[in-house]
């Protein structure tokens, strides 16, 4: 007898769970229906999340369009030559970065506004000299000192095609190109039509140089670039590119190969003579060895200046050759005493910066 009860029991238990398949009553389990509301929340508020993380990546520029739609700007726009353009960069306080040609001949077809929300820059008649990039940011100012808002920036590059002008116009019918050991060399041929096919050629011996894409790369936003430039790469070099049509020829490069230490200016002081009689005329020289891509500054000083003795100061340079292919910038600045007095004996001080750094040399002038 106590079997059949056991059996009674176990499938009593077994069957247990069959009975919570029931229907529930209006009301009876309440956890389930808030459980329900909550899944949908969690992906809500990551898409939230994502949605603030690209507004901050996005950029601040825009291309206003027609009938006031706004777009947004790729990496590169194509435009025709003689099309105007406006774009507009959030901000209340706005820098703008455009071709510097634009800048150099002071340009009325560009105007750049500044307005309470956005800074406006519209270009006008655009011409194939108008390719290149175009930038804004914002800036964060406390007082005087302003920075570069490095979360709200916006850049394009903007192609001005013209068939007529497949190469991006320059002033000069000639360029020189420094090749530098410790850095890449550019020859900037760029185009104005991304899609041409450009090739570089070396003028003598007559010859098509090639692009392997390690040594030497083509990068249409830049030109030709030479990532390693060694004295072989010297010599007179010109693009060809071709784009439907005849093919057109860049202006020439010259690429002259420097070797000259970094650091601060190598300077040497020399005055025509150190004695000098009343009424002479003396000349003062300091000279600078450096590279043929680096500027100097002159800076002087000399006894008769606290009394405001008028001097003459002329400063030049030129390049000379080395040999070897090696090419270096002389820099020259000239002081010029007439009618030399006795207040202007004494120390003649030469101070010649460059972005390394500052040399000082001096020499002294007596009187006879």
Known sequence: NQLPCLLFFILLVIGQPAKSKRPKEPGENKIKPVNKKLKPKTPKMKERESADSSLKSQSILTQVMDKGRFQKLAATLSLSAGQSIELRCKGSNVTWNYPSYLDTFKDSRLSIKQLDKYSQLILSNSTAADTGEYSCWL??????????????????YIFFTDKEELFVPTPSYFEIVYLNP???AVIPC???TPSAK???????PAEEIETDGTDIIYDVKKGFVYQHPTSDHKGIVYCKAESQGAPQISI?????????PKGPPST???????????????????TVLGEPDVDVNFRWQYPGQESERPVIIQNFWRLIDRGTGHTTRISKSVLLV???EARDAGNYICRAQNLQGETTVATKVELN
Do not use: M, W
């Open 190 to 192: 760029r185009v104005t």
């Open 268 to 286: 040497t002081i020399a005055a025509s003579s150190n004695r000098a009689e009343v009424s002479d005329s003396i000349h003062v020289i300091c």
């Open 182 to 184: 410790d850095r890449p």
């Open 198 to 204: 450009v090739t570089l050629h070396r003028e003598f």
């Open 252 to 260: 020439k490069y010259h690429l002259l190969y420097v070797e000259v």
């Open 338 to 340: 007439e009618d030399f």
């Open 139 to 156: 800036q964060l100012c406390n007082g005087n000192k302003c920075r570069k808002d490095e979360t709200k920036t916006g850049s394009t």
